[in-house]
């Protein structure tokens, strides 16, 4: 039984950052794809990042428009984590923040029903 457990979210000012961490339980993931989504209150759960790495050593990312350039995605196999930090924050960016893991083609990464773990979410909360 594989656990994600993110930390690390808060209470911020507007301009801010904030790195989230998620740290995995029960099995290895260094070949599982680990994302993050967001879900804001009234909002359908969106994706924010995800990132494998490729056989060659080469780490693949992709970003939601919304967090490209403030947004970054990394991850430790050797701690079984991956992280996201967040600078420049924006009110906007305010929501439940989830770390997500599974065999997850790169057509799927974007989609949430494609992840077979996830976290309990932590929140993230930016002041204007």
């Known amino acids: 039984q594989v656990q994600l457990v993110e930390s690390g979210g808060g209470l911020v000012q507007a301009g801010g950052s904030l790195r989230l961490s998620c740290e995995a339980s029960?099995?290895?993931?260094?070949?599982?794809?680990m994302g993050w989504f967001r879900q804001a209150p009234g909002k359908e759960r969106e994706f924010v990042a995800a990132?494998?790495?490729?056989?060659?050593?080469?780490?693949?990312?992709d970003y939601a428009d919304s967090v490209k350039g403030r947004f970054s995605i990394s991850r430790d196999n050797t701690k079984n984590a991956v992280y996201l930090q967040m600078n420049s924050l924006k009110p906007e960016d305010t929501a439940v923040y989830f770390c997500?893991?599974?065999?997850?083609?790169?057509?799927?990464?974007?989609?949430?029903?494609?992840?077979?773990?996830w976290g309990q979410g932590t929140q993230v909360t930016v002041s204007s």
């Open positions: 997500a893991a599974g065999p997850v083609s790169a057509s799927d990464w974007r989609t949430p029903m494609s992840y077979r773990y």
């Open positions: 990132g494998t790495w490729s056989g060659h050593g080469t780490y693949y990312a």
């Open positions: 029960g099995r290895t993931l260094s070949t599982y794809t």
